[in-house]
């Protein structure tokens, strides 16, 4: 089945402007210069034609090195554009997070406001005091506990259990038997 929607036929329809800096830094060029095509990603023509501007250099041709020099400076400049336009993303990438992160704290913290103050389960009830009979018949039952230590009453609830972390069984390691059944 054909999508109803034309497909783009030139590059300046497509909306890849996203990629478009990190497609630099990974595209393979072909740079057509005076000592025939140099092949690579910009960082391999670069480093080429600065061997053959020092090669020829070496030979005494001002002209071809000035040449190659100019072919290594335009990938250099191709090379940092990409480069400062990866940087600006992912500032920009960074900065977005940042405010949405601070966006999600504001949220939870007026989030956990809300349910503190209306007294749902996020909020933690106050124990109720003794002094007041008729709280003290509505809760769990309390009694009163010597603490020889301090030589003091303590208030304890009977039907407090404490939590038990548990207990893992250990691994068994099975053995392997061999049998034969041959008999011999």
């Known amino acids: 089945m054909r999508s109803s929607k034309p497909r783009p036929r030139s590059k300046n329809n497509r909306n890849n402007n996203n990629r478009s800096a990190a497609n630099v830094l990974n595209r393979v060029f072909d740079s057509s210069g005076p000592e025939g095509k140099v092949r690579g ?80 389960d996020n909020h933690v009830p106050e124990t109720p005091s003794v002094e007041d009979p008729g709280v003290a018949e509505q809760s769990a039952p309390i009694s009163k506990v010597k603490d020889f230590s301090t030589s003091e009453s303590v208030q304890t609830d009977e039907n407090f259990v404490p939590k038990t972390d548990p207990v893992r069984k250990p691994r068994v390691r099975r053995r392997t038997v061999e049998v034969d059944i041959n008999g011999s």
């Not at 090195?65 to 090379?79: I, K, T, W």
């Not at 997070?97 to 007294?119: A, C, M, Y």
């Open 41 to 120: 990603t910009p960082q391999q023509v670069i480093e080429k034609y600065q061997q053959l501007t020092r090669d020829s250099q070496l030979s005494g041709d001002r002209v071809a090195a000035e040449n190659f020099q100019q072919h290594a400076e335009h990938y250099m400049r191709l090379q940092t554009d990409a480069q400062r336009e990866i940087d600006l993303r992912r500032d920009q990438q960074d900065r977005e997070n940042r405010e949405k992160q601070v966006q999600r704290d504001q949220e939870r913290g007026e989030r956990i406001e809300r349910l503190d103050g209306t007294g749902n």
